[in-house]
């Protein structure tokens, strides 16, 4: 091998390397980011491999599903199931908003 074919593997390799890692590590984040906002890992993935850092600062921007975010309100407490209508209300609530009903009160043992 000539010493300018060295040099041009050694290029490849240099450029190569970095740009693959990019593209798993961005991918990765993102996917992860995008999975946890309940909108799919492979979607996230495929944005951050795409665009790099510029792909995860994008899946950052969208906020979490209706459906991801009850489950986030129901296990921090802000919200919390009518017993009559499994309807989420605020803990504290004395008429549920979805059945109208009043919302009975047990006492905590
Ligand atoms: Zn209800």
């Given amino acids: 091998m000539q010493e300018h074919e060295r040099l041009s593997v050694r ?11 990019s593209w798993i590590v961005c991918g990765e984040i993102a996917g992860r980011v995008f999975r946890r906002s309940g909108r799919g890992y492979w979607r996230g993935c495929l944005t951050g491999a795409l665009l790099g850092p510029l792909g995860i600062l994008i899946v950052l921007l969208f906020d979490p599903t209706p459906e991801v975010r009850r489950v986030q309100q129901l296990n921090s407490g802000d ?5 009559l209508c499994l309807g989420l209300i605020p803990p504290n609530a004395r008429v549920c908003r979805h059945c109208d009903r009043d919302v009975p009160v047990y006492a905590a043992h």
């Fill in 79 to 83: 919200m919390t199931f009518c017993r």
């Fill in 11 to 21: 290029l490849i390799e240099l450029l190569l390397l970095p740009t693959i890692l």
